[in-house]
């Protein structure tokens, strides 16, 4: 059973619509993470967290936001959806350096 | 900045032998990764090695770390049609606080 959870795991949505993307983890993990995957399937880490009250910006530049206000939950979120938002976006969490636990990700169209 | 290496695609036969390899420029790599993600999936922890091994198994699975050279490879003994995925090398070290530098991905097919 999943450790860490994504809703919705697709969203198809308007652009200009706002959008919060859920990741929810159950393991006391103080470390989460957001990347973006292209369809060529490289990773790019676009927000990440050390701890409640904690975010940081990743290596790719993003217009969406995150906040954590709960340890273990991590929502991202986009003000106004473009089609360039298009991806694929899985949420990470970790509790020591024996790797990082997935979500399943959330596949997100913009039309 | 530190970066991950691996070639994109791979194609054996089942039941072959597969062998996927990965370079890193990390001199001070703590921990190795070799990470799988199927179609639809999020990335599942296969294996990890610790920098001061030279090799690991575990069953199919056998992971060999060449520090000195900064490479990685990960074979996959008697490969199977579900081993089909895109495979992940990535580590991580105190340079990089902690966070897990990923490679590109190596997609892994099976042919008949």
């Known amino acids: 059973e999943a450790d860490i959870y994504q809703t919705p795991r697709y969203l198809v949505i308007g652009t200009g619509k706002k959008i919060t993307l859920e990741c929810s983890q159950t393991?006391?993990?103080?470390?989460m993470y957001w990347y973006q995957q292209d369809p060529g399937m490289e990773l790019h880490l676009i927000h990440y967290?050390?701890?409640?009250?904690?975010?940081e910006k990743g290596d790719l530049s993003s217009e969406s936001t995150v906040s954590r206000i709960r340890t273990e939950h991590f929502p991202l979120t986009l003000e106004s959806a473009r089609p360039s938002h298009t991806s694929q976006y899985l949420c990470?969490?970790?509790?020591?350096?024996?790797?990082?636990?997935f979500g399943s990700g959330t596949r997100l169209t913009v039309v | 900045g530190e970066d991950v290496e691996q070639s994109l695609f791979l194609s054996v036969r089942e039941g072959d032998s597969s062998v996927i390899n990965c370079t890193y420029t990390?001199?001070?790599?703590?921990?190795l990764y070799w990470y799988k993600q199927e179609p639809g999936a999020g990335l599942q922890l296969l294996t990890y090695?610790?920098?001061?091994?030279d090799m690991k198994q575990d069953q199919r699975l056998t992971v060999l770390l060449n520090k000195k050279d900064k490479h990685l490879s990960l074979r996959i003994a008697d490969t199977q049609t579900g081993d089909s995925a895109i495979y992940f090398c990535?580590?991580?070290?105190?340079?990089?606080?902690?966070?897990?530098?990923f490679g590109s991905g190596t997609r892994l097919s099976i042919r008949p």
């Open positions: 090695i610790f920098s001061n091994m």
């Open positions: 990470a969490s970790s509790g020591s350096p024996d790797g990082y636990t």
């Open positions: 990535a580590e991580s070290s105190f340079s990089s606080a902690s966070k897990i530098i």
């Open positions: 967290s050390y701890g409640v009250n904690s975010t």
């Open positions: 990390d001199s001070s790599s703590t921990y």
């Open positions: 393991m006391g993990h103080d470390k």
